[in-house]
């Protein structure tokens, strides 16, 4: 069973900073992309940003220049460092991760969900 878990949600105030992890494990071959998503309430859940196993990035153009996405391939975890956040980043930030489970296959797996609030 594989299973992805979040670590490092919180309160914080404007202009602070948090850093996200997503660890995966179980049994499986390989991560292929990994991202994280948001969601507000009332609103749909939505990228913030991903990462390749390569290393290539990309990110919402809400949060560019401000986030960080970065993975350690070797633990299987991947990370969103949080820099000058402000109140509309506040939301429950999901893991994801698209996940080979046999030779032939993959799945898209997603993590708990962890809490961000950004308040003074």
């Known amino acids: 069973q594989v299973q992805l878990v979040e670590s490092g949600g919180g309160f914080v105030q404007p202009g602070g900073s948090l850093r996200l992890s997503c660890t995966a494990s179980?049994?499986?071959?390989?991560?292929?992309?990994m991202g994280w998503y948001r969601q507000a309430p009332g609103k749909q859940r939505a990228l913030v940003g991903g990462?390749?196993?390569?290393?290539?990035?990309n990110y919402a153009s809400s949060v560019k220049g401000r986030f960080t996405i970065s993975r350690d391939n070797a633990k299987n975890t991947v990370f969103l460092q949080m820099n000058n956040l402000k109140p509309e980043d506040t939301a429950v930030y999901y893991c994801?991760?698209?996940?080979?489970?046999?030779?032939?296959?993959?799945?898209?797996?997603w993590g708990q969900g962890t809490q961000v609030t950004v308040s003074s």
């Open positions: 994801n991760a698209d996940i080979v489970v046999d030779t032939a296959r993959s799945s898209d797996y």
């Open positions: 179980g049994s499986f071959f390989s991560i292929n992309f």
């Open positions: 990462i390749t196993r390569d290393g290539d990035t």
